[in-house]
Structures are given as C-alpha cells and as structure tokens.
C-alpha cells in the first residue's frame, strides 16, 4: 500500500440522527458481472447505476486492455461493446485488479479458457488473499494457473490445451468460487456444475439468464454447458446493500434516526444483514418491493429502535458475510451478548475483520471475545454510549466505514485512520454520509502536518 493510501482519515463528532433520503452507489457485486458479460456479449449493452469505484474500475480496465471498447461511466451510465465468447485480445501488460478480490477471482475463470497468456495482479492487500480455493478446480477443469507458492498473486494464466466441464461441491460456501467455474464453463466442454453447502449471492447465474445463457438451478446446485453465447441487453443496477448496511445500522442505534434508503437491492441471497437487525429488534420497514434488471429490489424505511444481542443464527452468516463489520457496531450498541460463529472467511477478508474489528470496539470500550470463527460482543445497551479515540481502518473499506456509523453512540469525538480505500465500494460516503446527519469530515495527513506545524 502506499503512502497516500494511508493518508486519508475520517474525523467524526460524537452523536446525531441519520435522517432523510438516500440512494446508496450502484451495487459492486452486480456492476462487476455486468461489465464482464457486456464484454463476453453480442452487441452493445447499456448499463445503468454502475458503481464508479476503484473495484469495478479496475474491472472495466482490464476488459478495456483486452480489447473491450466502452464509453463512460458518467453518472453511472455505461455502454459496452461486446466482442463475444471469443474476441478478447492479449493484453499487452498484467491486469492490475487493485483491491479487488471478486474481479481478480472470477476473472481466473474466465481468462482459463482463452487462447492467450495473461497476468493478474493486485495491491498488497489483495495480494495476501488465498486464490488456491479458486485454483485448485479451475485446474481439475484443466486450466494453467500458476500463483505463488502460498497460493496467492500474482496469477499466470495460460491457454488450456481444453477445459472440460466438471461437478463440484464447494467445500466452503463461496459466490466468488461459484462464479468463478461458471464463467469457465461457458469455455468448457460438456456441462459444469457447481453446488454449494450453503446458498451465496446468485448474481451471476442472474446475469447470465438477462444475457440469454441458460443456466440450470436447483436448489444449491447450478449447472450450465459450455458452447453458448450471451446477447447483449439493458442492465439497470440496484443500489448496494452492502453499502445500505452502514445506514441501516447507523439509523437504528441513533436515537432520533428516520432514514429511507431507495432502490436497495433485496436479492434473497445477500439480505442477511436485514434479517439478522430485524431479530436484533431493529425497526426497518420494506416499501415498494419491484424488480430492476432481474433483480428485487425495495425502499427501506429504518427508525431507531432499542437493540438486544442474538445468537446469530449459522445459515445468514453466508447472506451477510460483507455486512458483519456493520453488525458488529450493531451488536456493540445492543443490549445483552451477540455471538457470531461459522464465520472463519472474515479472517481472509481485505483484513482479518475478526480481529481488526475486536481490537477496534476494545478501543472504544466495548467487551470482546474474538474467536477462531466469529466473535461474541457484550453490548452497551440502549442508556449506553461507547468511548471516543482513535482507531485504524487497515485499509479496509467496510472497517473504516463501520467506525464511522459507531460515532453516532461515542461520547467523545473518533478518528479513523488508514481509509482511502473506501473509494473501491462506496465513492463520496463521506459526502452522503453528512448530507443525512453524520457529523464527519475527511482529513488528510497533510492537512494534520500543516496544523501542528
């Protein structure tokens, strides 16, 4: 990482309500899949609500290296190009996916079944992230890959000899490892399927259905052949409930919050941070439920609401995985004890969020207890307020703005360190943030030199 990656904080004054209207960025699962088989399609397809952040930038560049011509985005409009299954071009140089892991995972399934070499790369973050899990079938499918020894980046990617279809039980539960066959599969012969010990994001088997490839779901299990072609279509994405999660949270722990978040994707898949608040006691409302692009989505009206701690219950982890540092400022808020388990994937997140999120909470004066798979977190209650201070974002997005929302219950001002890298999923947050009622303000190191000089 470099030095201005860490130059950036968030300074946050203690209190107030979220309140008023908001549309959260376009969703970063979704915008990734859509710029990837816009590219792979016949035609050109317009897309609207694309998240214009470092992640699904990083995408877009890599398709655009290899040939794939797109104009935009401006205001989240974009037109693709599509050069079909088999028109993507050698790209004269490595791919650089920055922080992003779903663009550099599924991009090794799509890169495996072409007729030309190519070189994956990301930041430091991105390179301590395992990549075996993906490697490992994609090599049963007869791909070349080649990584370090520990399984990690950079990735060589060469021409298979033939990729062959294979069925595969996720031995981990994973949307990104999931994606990753599928889209290889479009190159295989004969039939891949994939099935899964626990229902993840299903974006990609949307997708490839709005682009005309068809594809076999059946409970767990997702099947397709090899040999098709996708058509280009319109593709309006929802706004991230990944990114609506800081607002469902920070609006249900400020007393006084009534905030309605539109547009918000409700996939079935990715709506675990809903259920999970709303056993927490938490007062969200779900108003006009509709489709956009083959995907749910709603409005959702949050309030305030006095939260008690739960056992989070094992089969929403998978449907929540990217909101836990949200819920874990949730939990610290709530009342009684919050247990989480059978979330060991957050230790290999853009950090360990287990325990970076632990140490942070102990700063601000909540009771902890990181464990190997999950954490249990004793909350403050509804009288309760958390400390002020200081705390480090690690580089991770999802950390810096959790933080961030804890201020609206701190006693004392909080600043978060290290959180540049929140421009990957949520552009302008700090902007958008304050526009309903977080008292935040970014500041850079050298903004701080020149003060104390």
């Known amino acids: 990482m470099t030095a201005s990656a860490h130059s950036l904080s968030f300074e946050l004054a203690p209190g107030g309500a979220l309140r008023g209207e908001l549309r959260v960025p376009g969703d970063k699962s979704i915008s990734h899949r859509a710029v990837m088989l816009a590219a792979l399609a016949e035609g050109e397809t317009e897309i609207e609500g694309f998240l214009e952040g470092a992640d699904s930038l990083a995408t877009l560049a890599a398709f655009r290296a290899m040939g794939v011509e797109a104009e935009g985005p401006a205001a989240g409009r974009l037109r693709v190009s599509g050069v079909g299954l088999q028109g993507l071009r050698e790209p004269q140089q490595a791919l650089d996916l920055g922080n992003s892991g779903t663009s550099m995972r599924l991009l090794s399934g799509l890169l495996a079944g072409q007729r030309f070499a190519s070189t994956l790369i990301g930041d430091a973050s991105l ?30 990617v ?51 259905g709005a682009f005309g490839y068809p594809v076999r ?17 319109p593709i309006r994405i929802p706004a991230d409930i990944s990114s609506a999660a800081f607002f469902l949270v920070g609006a249900s722990i400020a007393p006084g919050s009534d905030l309605t978040l539109t547009e918000v994707g409700m996939n079935p898949t990715r709506i675990g941070v809903v259920n999970i608040l709303r056993q927490m006691g938490a007062d969200i409302a779900i108003e006009r439920p ?27 982890v998978p449907l929540a995985i990217d909101e836990f540092p949200a819920l874990f400022i949730a939990a610290a808020c709530a009342d009684g004890e919050t247990l989480l388990s059978g979330a060991a994937e957050l230790r290999v997140k853009e950090s360990d969020r287990i325990q970076v999120m632990a140490d942070g909470l102990s700063a601000l004066g909540v009771e902890v207890e990181p ?83």
């Open 290 to 316: 509709r489709e956009l692009g083959g995907e749910p989505v709603a409005d959702l009206r949050v309030r305030a609401a006095a939260l008690h701690g739960i056992a989070i219950p094992e089969d929403q």
């Open 217 to 233: 779901r059946q409970g767990n299990r997702v099947c397709l052949s090899g040999g098709g072609r996708l058509v280009a279509t």
């Open 127 to 156: 390179s301590r992230r395992p990549m075996g899990r993906v490697i490992d079938p994609l090599t049963q499918m007869g791909a070349r890959i080649e990584a370090t020894p520990e399984g990690r980046s950079p990735l060589r």
């Open 371 to 453: 464990r190997a798979d999950g954490m249990l977190i004793r909350g403050i209650g509804a009288a309760g307020l958390l400390g002020g201070g200081r705390v480090a974002g690690h580089g991770d997005h999802r950390i810096a703005m959790a933080f961030a929302i804890s201020a609206l219950r701190a006693t004392a001002p909080i600043q978060v360190d290290d959180c540049a890298n929140v421009e990957t999923s949520f552009p302008r947050f700090a902007g958008l943030a304050a526009g309903v009622g977080l008292q935040i303000t970014e500041r850079r190191a050298e903004e701080r030199a020149e003060e104390r000089g």
């Open 158 to 208: 060469l021409p298979a000899e033939a990729l062959v279809g294979i069925d595969y039980a996720l031995p981990v539960a994973s949307a990104q490892v999931k994606s990753s066959l599928l889209l290889a599969g479009l190159y295989a012969q004969g039939e891949t399927c994939v099935t899964e010990p626990a229902p993840t994001r299903d974006h990609t088997e949307r997708m490839l």
